[in-house]
Every structure is written in structure tokens, then in C-alpha cells.
């Protein structure tokens, strides 16, 4: 199962965004894949991701765990911004990425994550996946979900 999220925090106070994104927590915990886009999350909020990617003009710059997200930025980053006090690691990583793009150095922290370690590992954790994948075995009750056509309550042609 897969939920994606678009922005599930907008327009909301950052308690009732905790609020929100705790529950979404503890769906991803339950076995569900959540895909959440989200803009200025509290340092809380922030740290119930488990996985965070960063894109820099569609090149990926970090994927990877979220508890290490800022210590490789900074390793990975020319030096265009010290993190200071005040500072939440998601609002560090968006100002150093965005600083170092506007400086014309998008493609040097894109290289910085092509050329890591950190990929390395990613390629082969999904290549891992992908050849578990053909001996996967699925249970009933997953082959019925998989069956399944739609499962929205309107139709899709509504949205037009």
C-alpha cells in the first residue's frame, strides 16, 4: 500500500500539523508507504520522516536516511552557509541547497550525491529489492488489493 501526500500540512498551526503527521507516522509503521511532499516542517515534524529525498532542479542531491541529511549537506555542500542557532535541520537544508543553486553550484551538490557512498548503497538496497521481488510470494488478501481497479468514491472525470 502506497499514500501520497501533498502538502498534508497546509494551512494548519504547527500543533495540528504534529497532530497530522504523527498519524501519518503511525500508518507508515503499520506497513503503509507514505510519499508526503511537505514545506516548513517544525523540527518534530521533521524527524518523523525516516527517508528524505532533496531535489535541486530535478537532480537528486540527498536520499537517505533524514537523521543524517544535514551532516552529509554539509560535508557534501560547498561552503555558501554555516548552521547557526535558530535553525531547524529542514529549513538548514533548504537554505544551504537554495543558497548554493543560486550561486550556480546545483550541479556541484547533485555530483556531491551521484559520486557518494550513500548512492552507492541506494542502487544496491533497490537492486536488492527488485530481485527479492520475482521470488515474492503474496498472500490473498495483497493479490485482491493488487486487483483492485479503483477505489476512489467518485469518479475520476469529476476532477475535469
Not at 89 to 113: P, S
Not at 145 to 157: F, I
Request: glycine share 8%; proline share 3%.
Amino acid at each position: 500500500r502506497v499514500l501520497f501526500l501533498d502538502e498534508p500540512t497546509s494551512g494548519l498551526d504547527s500543533y495540528t500539523a504534529n497532530e497530522v503527521m504523527t498519524v501519518v507516522k503511525g500508518l507508515g509503521s503499520s506497513g503503509v508507504t507514505i510519499c508526503a511532499t511537505i514545506h516548513s516542517p517544525s523540527q518534530y515534524t521533521f524527524h518523523l520522516f525516516d527517508n528524505l529525498i532533496m531535489l535541486v532542479k530535478g537532480q537528486v542531491v540527498y536520499f537517505g536516511p533524514t537523521s543524517e541529511a544535514t551532516s552529509f549537506a554539509i560535508s557534501k555542500c560547498p561552503k555558501v552557509k554555516e548552521m547557526s542557532g535558530g535553525y531547524n535541520d529542514a529549513e538548514f537544508l533548504v537554505d544551504l541547497v537554495t543558497e548554493a543553486d543560486r550561486q550556480g553550484k546545483g550541479n556541484e551538490i547533485a555530483e556531491g550525491y551521484y559520486n557518494s557512498s550513500l548512492r552507492e548503497r541506494n542502487v544496491a538496497q533497490l537492486d536488492s529489492y527488485i530481485s527479492s521481488d520475482q521470488e515474492l510470494v503474496l498472500s490473498s488478501d495483497i493479490k485482491a488489493e493488487l486487483a483492485t481497479k479503483s477505489s476512489t468514491v467518485t469518479p475520476w472525470y469529476w476532477g475535469l
